[in-house]
């Protein structure tokens, strides 16, 4: 590809090398993020819960659509381990589950929003 169609690069946003962990912590660093970013249907949970809000399991099952509730629910598991989400019972008649996004599952937004946007922009039909 020749450089004409390439992207500047931001040097000023980069990492300063005294700011980089040593290439062999690059791994261990990136495994958390990559445990939950890499699977089909996490980042899509987490992606409508930071845009719609809280939502209950049938909603959020809606919202997602194509989900099985087996997978929603293994997900949603999973994410509340990761303490990326927050399962909230409200015992008032019926009882109510909501899921939320924790702080931690917050400061995800912005990668997840900056995914979409580059799958979006970089599938374009000629």
């Known amino acids: 590809m020749s450089s004409e169609f ?3 690069v931001d ?6 090398v005294h700011d980089r962990p040593p290439a062999d912590d690059v791994t261990d ?9 890499g699977r089909k249907w996490l980042p899509v949970v987490v992606y409508h819960l ?8 049938s909603e959020l099952k809606r919202t997602i659509g194509g989900i099985s509730s087996k997978m929603l629910s293994t997900s949603l598991d999973r ?12 015992k008032a ?20 929003v900056a995914m979409v946007r580059w799958s979006r922009d970089g599938t374009r039909p000629a």
């Open 29 to 37: 660093l990136l495994d958390p993020a990559q445990d939950l970013l």
């Open 50 to 57: 930071a845009v719609d809000g809280s939502m209950g399991f």
């Open 6 to 8: 390439r992207a500047p």
């Open 79 to 90: 994410l509340e381990q990761a303490d990326v989400v927050e399962r909230t019972v409200r």
């Open 93 to 112: 008649k019926p009882v109510r589950v909501t899921y939320a996004l924790t702080p931690r599952g917050e400061a995800l937004e912005p990668i997840i």
């Open 11 to 16: 040097r000023s946003r980069a990492e300063s």
